[in-house]
């Protein structure tokens, strides 16, 4: 996910691929003063079928099951962890090789859902190449497509055993800024997914495009999960633009923007600030009124650091 990469350590990689936890960071005292000023006034998400959720790094669950959310309070809602990366998965080297995978919450996310009917559970994403990693790359559609598909085969493949409740797969499509491959290969085509030597400065949405659709096809004709796009309307345009090549309207959504490093302006359905701030922003063609939009990582991505974690808003009413 677009987050605070480089703060958290390369090093950390390997533990989380694991599945050890690690110890989250300690909230600010700033961030405290407003969490509890948050719990004040609600004891939960809201309204009702929404729920507070994480991803990613592990974070912190207070207390025994059934789960409550750290520093909110409330239902501990979902998890969401990443099954898998493109680059770790073809053994690049670098800040790109990790695996943000915490078994420790996932475990809790799940129980609180099967024995408390509590959340969504776990759920999964996939850090996605775009067809300038791709080691096979030859500017054509059809070889977009293939990536695409590859990468959805070993995504279903490392979540197979589970358990993952969530029913849609995740295609976390970004431009994250690390290296070798800051913009994960969607904007420039490298010499090779590793080398961090740009060969060819721009792909046409097109391609990026046949890419996303290989990895959407994929997981419906191969699975019962549906598929899902972790973005953002910046980083979307970016990659996509604004033609016909960027319109999703029958694909699930998880925004990051707009983001908060206060955690005591958490949302009320889709706005900040216990529902009187900014509007959740999602992409390619949808708003948050739309059915397809189902996620909001509202806080800790981004680049928003707020001391604990990735904190989401989840609707589970749109589940399919």
Known sequence: MKRSWLAVGVGMALVMASGAAAAAP?????????????QAGRSGDGP????WGTDSWPVSVPGGAPYRMPYLGGAYGGYIGMTGNWAYWLGVSGPEHFIAFSAKNAAQAHTNYVKYGKGIGVGAYWFMGGPGVDPHYNGTAAEA???GAAQAARALSNIKN?????KVVWADIELPGIKPAPDNGWN?????????????SHIPA???RADFNGFANYITSHSPYKVGVYSSPGAWTSIFGTGTASLIPNTYEWTYQPETSNLGNAPYGWRLNNGSGAYAQFFGGQTYNSKYALMWQWSGGGGVRNGVGDFDQIDSIRLP
């Not at 009702?48 to 729920?51: D, L, V």
């Not at 589970?162 to 969530?166: A, E, L, R, T, V």
């Not at 420039?188 to 060819?200: A, D, E, F, L, R």
């Open 145 to 147: 497509y293939a990536w």
């Open 162 to 166: 589970g358990p993952f409740d969530y």
């Open 188 to 200: 420039n085509v490298y010499t090779s997914p590793g080398s961090g030597i740009v060969k060819q």
């Open 206 to 208: 097109t391609i990026d």
């Open 48 to 51: 009702p079928g929404f729920w």
């Open 26 to 38: 300690t909230a600010a005292a700033s961030t405290s003063q407003a969490v509890t000023t948050a």
